[in-house]
C-alpha cells in the first residue's frame, strides 16, 4: 500500500514542479490510487468463516433400549478419527476446558425428534459419535468434505443412517443457491 501511495504521490508532486498537472496525469494519479487500494494491501486472503449447519436428528423410542445417550459432533481429521477409543470420545464430551475440536455435545432422548445446529468444519471431516450404553459397530460416523449444509440422521435400536439433506425440488428450482 506504501509503495502505490508513494507512486501516486511522487506523480502528482513531480508533476507539480514543471507545471500544471494534465487531465492525464491526474487520470494516472487516481488509477494508481485505486490500484493500491484494490491489490489487497491488507495482508493475505482470510478463511472464510464457519457457517452453522443443521443436524435433523429422529431418535426411534427403541434407540439405547429406550434410555437418554449422548452424541458428540467433532471436526478432525480422518486419522484422528480412525484412532478415536469410545473412553477418548466420552472423556472429551465434558471436558473442562472443553476440547477445540468438539462442536457440540447432545443429550438425545429416544422417541424425540430435534433439529441440533453446530458450526460446519471447513477443511476437516464431520464426526458424529453416539455414546450408547452397550455400544455395537456403528457408535462412530465421520462425513467427509465437501460437507452438506444439512445431514438427516436416524437412530434405531442399532442402526445408525446418517444422509445428506436435500433441498426439495421446488426450492432447488425458486432458490438454486
Do not use: H
Amino acid at each position: 500500500m506504501l509503495r502505490w501511495v508513494l507512486a501516486v504521490l511522487l506523480l502528482g508532486s513531480g508533476l507539480k514542479l514543471w507545471g500544471t498537472p494534465t487531465p492525464l496525469a491526474i487520470g494516472a494519479s487516481v488509477v494508481l490510487a485505486i490500484a493500491g487500494m484494490l491489490s489487497g494491501c491488507g495482508g493475505g486472503k482470510s478463511a472464510p468463516a464457519p457457517k452453522p449447519m443443521d443436524l435433523d436428528v429422529k431418535v426411534g423410542s427403541a434407540a439405547n433400549d429406550g434410555k437418554v445417550f449422548y452424541m458428540v459432533v467433532r471436526s478432525l481429521t480422518d486419522k484422528q478419527f480412525m484412532t478415536d477409543s469410545y473412553q477418548d470420545v466420552a472423556g472429551l464430551a465434558f471436558s473442562e476446558p472443553p476440547d477445540p475440536s468438539v462442536l457440540g455435545t447432545f443429550a438425545l432422548i429416544p422417541g424425540k425428534n430435534e433439529t441440533l445446529k453446530v458450526m460446519k468444519p471447513t477443511q476437516n471431516s464431520l464426526a458424529l459419535y453416539f455414546l450408547f450404553t452397550n455400544p455395537s459397530d456403528q457408535w462412530k460416523n465421520i462425513e467427509g468434505q465437501p460437507l452438506a449444509k444439512a445431514y438427516s440422521v436416524a437412530l434405531g435400536k442399532d442402526q445408525v443412517a446418517i444422509q445428506p439433506k436435500k433441498k426439495s425440488l421446488l426450492m432447488r428450482i425458486l432458490w438454486p443457491f
